[in-house]
C-alpha cells in the first residue's frame, strides 16, 4: 500500500496520498525584503565629485575678490608714499599695448597719487583716528553734503598760543581789497616781498620756492608773467639762487598787479572784513608745531605726505569784534580760460585767470571766541538745495544756515571742496561747501586754514610736484635768527 503525506492535499481521487516519489518539488522560500532608499555607489561618486567641485569654485571665487581688494587698496599718509614704488609694480596698464614707462615717465608719480576719502557713515556717527602716538582723537560726523568732520583737541591749548605768537611775530597784514592798478611797492617794501617769498627762511629763494611762489596768496598779486621773469633771472644767475640784492634787481618794476588774472582774488579778499593775516611756512625748517601741524593734517586725511607738505602755508586769521566773512567756497570749478594758481607757472600755461584749487579745508579754532564767530554752513545737507528759491545766502547765511559750528579752541574741521571723479582724483566742485564766518560780537577770533592743493589734471599736478620738490644740492641752513626765534616759542 502506498505511503502519503498528510500535510498535502490528496491528487487521488479516493482518499488516497500521493506519494513521495510522485510529490512535485517544493516551491522556492522567498525573503521579503524591502527596496534600499540608499543611493548606488556610483551616483554616490558622481554626487560627491560635483560638490567638491562647487566647494573648490566657491574658495577660489572669494580669493578673487580678496586678492582684487587687497591690491585695490588705499594706503593713507605717509605709508602710501613709501610703498608706491613695489605698489605700482603690480598694476597693469589699461592698454596691453602701452609701454607706460618708455611714453610717459611722469605716469609712474601720477599713478603713485590717489585721494582716499573718509567715510562719514552718517550724521553724528563717532569715530576714533589716531593723529599722535600717545592717545587717539574722535572724529563725528556733522554733515554728509558736504562731507564734514569735527575732531575735538586737535591742537592743545599751548600748541594754539604758540601759532597766534608766531604770527604775530611774522607780522599780520590788513585783508583789504585793492585795486587792480595799486602798485604794492607802495604797500610793502622790496625786503618784506622777499621774506614772505623765503618760504624756508634762509636768506635765498631757491628755484622750488620760486615755482610754488603762487601756492602762498600773500603773493598773488604776482601773475604769470611777472613769475616768469622772476624765475628767468634765477635761470641765468649762476648761482642758482636769488639773494635779497639779486631780487631788488631782477624783481624792480616787477610788483604791480595784473588786472586781467586778479579779478577772481579780488572777490577772495573783499569776502573779509575787519580781519588781519599772515601765512606760516609747515614745511622743513619751520616751528616743531608747525610740523606737528602738517603731519596731523596728514595723518587726518589719509593723504600722501608730500600732497600735503607742497600746499599752501598756513593761514593765519584774526577777526576783531564786528569781523566776518561772506560766505565762500575754498576752491573754484574748472574753467577752460583758468588755470589752477599753484601750478599755472610750473605747467607754463597761457590762460588769462587763475582760480584757487583746493582739494581739501582743514579750519582750525585757535581760541574760545566771547561771543559769535560761528562758522556756518547754510546749504549743508538740505536736500531740496536750489540758489533761487535760498536767495544770496552770501549775505544770509548765518540766519538761513542749516549747520553752525561753534568755535571751541584747538578744534578741527575737515571738509572736502570737491566730489570724486569715480577714478580716485578730484572731480567737480561741492556745492554744499559753501560756508562762512558769522559777526564776532564780543572778543576775537583767532582761526587758522590748511589747504590742500590739488589740480584737476593729474598729469599737471604731478609734473608741478617732481619740479618743486627739486633740492639744490648746496642749500644753506636756516639762518641763526630764525632758529633762535623757534628755540626761544
Known sequence: MMECEESFPSPCGDGLKTPLHLRPPPA????????????????????????????????????????????????????S????????????????????????????????????RLEGIRVGHVQRVSLVDDRTHEMRTLSLK????????????????????????QGLMQSSSMGPSDNLEEQLSQE??????????????????????????DATWLSAHNLREIHSGLESNPAGVLSLQDFRRVSSGVFKRDSAGGSDWDRWTQRRHKSTHTRLNLGNGAHRTLQNIRTRVTRLSRLPSSLVELSEPLEVVRYEQGGYSHAHYDSSSTHPDASCAHTHLSANTSTPRQIPCRYMSVLLYLNAVEGGGETSFPVADNRTYEEEALGDLTQQYCDKGNLKVKPAAGTALLWYNHLSDGYGWMGELDEYSLHGGCLVTRGSKWVGNVWVNVDPDQQRQAHYQRLVSWQPESANPPRSTHADLHQDL
Open 28 to 79: 522556492p522560500y522567498r525573503v521579503n525584503v524591502q527596496k534600499s532608499s540608499v543611493c548606488s555607489r556610483a551616483y554616490f561618486v558622481v554626487v560627491m565629485v560635483f560638490f567638491h567641485l562647487y566647494i573648490i569654485n566657491v574658495i577660489a571665487l572669494l580669493l578673487y575678490v580678496h586678492y582684487n581688494s587687497a591690491t585695490g587698496e588705499v594706503r593713507s599718509g605717509e605709508d
Open 192 to 217: 618784506e616781498l622777499f621774506s614772505l617769498l623765503d618760504l624756508n627762511q634762509d636768506g635765498l629763494l631757491q628755484r622750488e620756492e620760486i615755482l610754488s611762489m603762487s601756492r602762498s596768496h
Open 146 to 169: 558736504p562731507l564734514l568732520f569735527e575732531i575735538p583737541g586737535f591742537l592743545s591749548v599751548e600748541e594754539s598760543s604758540v601759532v597766534m605768537q608766531l604770527a604775530q611775530l
Open 81 to 116: 608714499v613709501r610703498e608706491t614704488s613695489s605698489t605700482n609694480s603690480h598694476h597693469p596698464s589699461p592698454d596691453p599695448h602701452h609701454h607706460p614707462a618708455a611714453a610717459d615717465p611722469d605716469l609712474n608719480l601720477r599713478q603713485s597719487y590717489r585721494l582716499p
